[in-house]
T-cell receptor, first 112, second 114 residues
C-alpha cells in the first residue's frame, strides 16, 4: 500500500537555528514528490516538485532533496515567518493519474 | 484575483440539511479535485474530475456528490449533512500538459455541522 510518513509531527526552532523535516514514502513507483506549505486556515501552497533521486530544489531558505526512500526539507536560518505546517505528498505510477497521497504534515514554529 | 476560489468560506449548518460548496478556477486547468482535511489527518480525496464528462470517486466519497458544470467549475454537495462531516474542505486543480503534476489549492471552506 502506498504510504507517506512525515516526521517530526511538530518542531520548534529558534530564529536562525537550521534544521530538516523528513518525508518517508513507500510507493510502487514514484512519479513525483511534492512539498507544500500550509498556514492556519488556508489552503496548501505549492513549494517544490522532485522527480528522481538526487534531485534538489531551492527557494529562499528552503531546500528540498530526494532519495529513493525519503525526502528532506532543509530550512536554513529560519525566520518567524517560516512558521507553518509543511506537507509532503507523492504521486505514484499505476491506477488513476494525479492522485496525490499526503502525509499528515510537520508543524513548524520558529521563535524570535 | 485568486486563481482558485471557493464559496462559501465558512458555513454552519444543521444535521440533515443539504449543503453545496462551490469551486471556480481561472487557471485553465482541466483537472479538479475535492479534499477534506481533519486535524491530525492528511488531506483525503473525496472526488476528482479529469474533464467535464469525467467524474471519479476518491477515498471517502460516501455521503458526498459532485457536479462539474464547466471546465472552470466543480461543486461538492452533502446530501444530508452529519456532524462527522465537520471539516475543512479544499478544492484543487492541476494541468495535464507537460511533466508537471502539482496541484493548486483554493483557500478552503470551513464547514461545521451541528
Amino acid at each position: 500500500e502506498d504510504q507517506v510518513t512525515q516526521s517530526p509531527e511538530a518542531l520548534r526552532l529558534q530564529e536562525g537555528e537550521s534544521s530538516s523535516l523528513n518525508c518517508s514514502y513507500t510507493v510502487s513507483g514514484l512519479r513525483g514528490l511534492f512539498w507544500y506549505r500550509q498556514d492556519p486556515g488556508k489552503g496548501p501552497e505549492f513549494l517544490f516538485t522532485l522527480y528522481s533521486a538526487g534531485e534538489e530544489k531551492e527557494k529562499e531558505r528552503l531546500k528540498a532533496t530526494l532519495t529513493k526512500k525519503e525526502s528532506f526539507l532543509h530550512i536554513t536560518a529560519p525566520k518567524p515567518e517560516d512558521s507553518a505546517t509543511y506537507l509532503c505528498a507523492v504521486l505514484a505510477w499505476g491506477g488513476a493519474t494525479n492522485k496525490l497521497i499526503f502525509g499528515t504534515g510537520t508543524l513548524l514554529a520558529v521563535q524570535p | 484575483d485568486a486563481d482558485v476560489t471557493q464559496t462559501p468560506r465558512n458555513r454552519i449548518t444543521k444535521t440533515g440539511k443539504r449543503i453545496m460548496l462551490e469551486c471556480s478556477q481561472t487557471k485553465g486547468h482541466d483537472r479538479m479535485y475535492w479534499y477534506r482535511q481533519d486535524p491530525g489527518l492528511g488531506l483525503q480525496l473525496i472526488y476528482y474530475s479529469f474533464d467535464v464528462k469525467d467524474i471519479n470517486k476518491g477515498e471517502i466519497s460516501d455521503g458526498y456528490s459532485v457536479s462539474r458544470q464547466a471546465q472552470a467549475k466543480f461543486s461538492l454537495s452533502l446530501e444530508s449533512a452529519i456532524p462527522n462531516q465537520t471539516a475543512l474542505y479544499f478544492c484543487a486543480t492541476s494541468d495535464t500538459s507537460g511533466r508537471h503534476n502539482e496541484q493548486f489549492f483554493g483557500p478552503g471552506t470551513r464547514l461545521t455541522v451541528l
